[in-house]
């Protein structure tokens, strides 16, 4: 029996991300407009998307989030943002880590931090040993922390001992000023 390298195990719980790349890119393993219409976000109820949920949310979230970032990274914004609210209509933003990332940072322009934190927590109640949970995770610390910090940057500071870069009675007469 034929063992593969110990970096080319993948755990049990990640198994469905090759599948899913397979079934999103195709033979050619390239990602078009027309084959992301044809197979995968099409209107027509026989699309993945719409039929995949069901047995295999894992694998269709999946397939979403490599359509949403393959759009991005086309600079094609208007449609990830409209495969990604297609995507969380249907739910699959809470069930894989990748695509609840991108979920979040779009939240957090119009729902604010509570909105993107309350998908974070939903997913990462799941979590697994997929790393991008922990990426996920570091995202919403980062956050937080960054709220916090503006948070305190708004409040007043008192100073209680007032420093001077001189005491009075050594400063330096200046003859320049008009007496």
């Known amino acids: 029996m034929h063992r ?17 790349r397979i079934a999103t890119l ?6 078009t407009e027309a084959s992301i219409r044809d197979r ?14 069901g047995p295999h949310t894992d694998a269709a ?7 949403v970032t393959n759009e991005d990274d086309a600079g094609r914004i208007t449609a990830a943002m409209k495969y990604l609210e297609a995507a969380m209509d249907k739910g699959l933003h809470l069930v894989e880590p990748r ?44 956050h937080q922390q960054a709220a916090v910090r503006a948070e305190r940057a708004l409040t007043a500071r008192t100073i209680t001992h007032p420093r001077l870069a001189r005491p009075e009675g050594r400063v330096n007469v200046n003859p320049y000023l008009p007496i």
Not at 26 to 31: M, P, S, T, Y
């Open 40 to 53: 995968l976000f099409g209107s027509r109820p026989d699309r993945r998307i719409n039929t995949w949920p």
């Open 26 to 31: 195709g033979a050619r393993g390239v990602l």
């Open 99 to 142: 695509l609840a990332l991108v979920a979040c940072e779009a939240v957090i322009d119009t729902g604010g931090l509570a909105a993107a934190e309350a998908i974070a927590d939903q997913v990462l109640a799941h979590r697994t040993s997929d790393p991008a949970y922990e990426d996920l995770r570091l995202w919403l610390t980062w």
């Open 4 to 20: 593969l390298p110990r970096r080319a195990r993948l755990p049990r719980d990640t198994i469905y991300q090759p599948v899913a």
């Open 61 to 67: 979230a999946y397939m979403a989030w490599l359509v």
